[in-house]
């Protein structure tokens, strides 16, 4: 019955997609993939690039989330965990969770600092990774200098280069992030996303294992406004995610630093219920995300937050809390490069969503 029902509408969709900008051919490819008499539909891949009111509705994530949802029934045991009674395609905000599950990294709590050298792990470490842990607990944020090496990361920029030129991978709708290059290239995936030693930080950082969960790359300057990760990768319990930012080539003012404001890790979660979202039962705010930054400018103000950048050297790591404040600063030489990666890590055994737009996130396991 659903299959005839999208059978119906897919023409439709499609035309409505072409009409507002898509390249018919990628669409009717999308949408039309049929192998066997099954239907491969990815409205996350037309997502990608469309920027137009569709977005605002739930009901459109909810189909994608039905074609996807191979990648959400991992959320039938964990929903029974955490007593959520909710179907595992509909719409997720953090207000369905009526409290909050004390389930904290152990890096965030209280005597993290005293017990972190007391982890048989943790003398595995070089002293400088020991001392950046540290900073961790007290900041929010870890710098591991020279991490790639030259080679590495050239080669890691080769790879994006060629995988633009054949069209594997694109910008998306904000016209500066490539998402998921790591699926195209075993070189990103193997050497950067799933670097070994850098998931064996991750792992002792959080406590758990570490899923990987995307990988975006940059090549200008993000500009975006400060915000902490937590509003658009969100678990249940909070904070079980984790960045690990890469410059893949040196950075500077000119072509726009990553600012970020330590110790900001530590400030209750602020989630769409802490500003006027816009949010109704059947749409996201259309101006959500604006007002979610509107409010972390009042919260950085209220708390005097003291702003620091971080101009990284080319093959530098800068791994940053969930619940972070940062952003990309203004880039002061126009046209100017600044080619960079950051990689997301969820943790197992936890619910994961995006807060923004109400939607549970699509786990490959
Ligand atoms: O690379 C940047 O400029 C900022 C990236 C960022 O804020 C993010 O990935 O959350």
């Known amino acids: 019955m659903i ?29 039309f993939n049929q192998s066997g008499g099954c239907f491969m539909i990815s409205l996350g891949k037309i997502f990608g690039k469309y920027t137009g009111i569709l977005r605002e509705f739930k009901a459109v994530y909810v189909i994608n989330n039905w074609l996807n949802r191979q990648q959400l029934h991992h959320n039938s045991r964990l929903y029974k965990k955490y007593g959520l009674r909710r179907n595992i395609l509909l719409p997720l905000g953090s207000h369905f969770f009526q409290h909050q599950a004390k389930d904290l990294p152990w890096l965030d709590q209280a ?22 842990l540290k900073r961790f607990v007290e900041d929010g944020y870890m710098i591991l200098e020279g991490f790639f090496d030259e080679n590495s990361v050239d080669q890691h920029n080769a790879e994006i280069d060629r995988l633009l030129k054949e069209k594997k991978v694109a910008f998306n709708y904000t016209g500066r992030k490539i998402m998921e290059a790591y699926k195209q ?34 090549y200008q300057g993000s500009e ?30 000119e072509n726009g630093t990553l600012f970020f404001y330590p110790g900001s890790h530590r400030l ?81 055994g936890v619910i994961c969503y995006h807060e923004i737009s109400q939607r549970p996130a699509f786990i490959n396991k």
């Not at 023409?11 to 997609?17: K, L, N």
């Open 224 to 253: 975006q406004r400060g915000h902490s990760d937590f509003i658009h990768m969100t678990t249940y319990p909070q904070g079980h995610l984790i960045a690990a930012w890469t410059a893949l080539e040196d950075v500077s003012p």
């Open 268 to 348: 209750p979660y602020i989630t769409t219920r802490d500003y006027p979202s816009g949010n109704t039962r059947w749409r996201i705010g259309s101006e959500s995300n604006k007002r979610y930054e509107d409010k972390i400018e009042e919260v950085i103000r209220e708390n005097g937050l003291e702003k620091k950048v971080f101009q990284g050297k080319k093959g530098d790591v800068f791994i940053w809390h969930a619940n972070l404040i940062h952003g990309g600063s203004p880039i002061l030489k126009p046209g100017s490069s600044r080619k960079s990666m950051v990689a997301h890590y969820f943790t197992e």
């Open 185 to 218: 290239s075993d070189y990103l995936n193997q050497h950067f996303f799933r670097n070994q030693e850098l998931l064996k930080l991750l792992n002792f950082i959080i406590g758990k294992k570490v899923i990987p969960f995307h990988t975006i790359n940059f």
């Open 111 to 132: 005597n993290a600092l005293e017990h972190v050298q007391q982890r048989p792990e943790y003398q595995n470490f070089s002293p400088a990774i020991q001392q950046e």
């Open 3 to 31: 299959f005839l029902g999208l059978n119906l509408v897919m023409p439709q969709i499609t035309t409505y997609f072409a009409k507002t900008g898509f390249d018919e051919t990628l669409v009717s490819a999308h949408f």
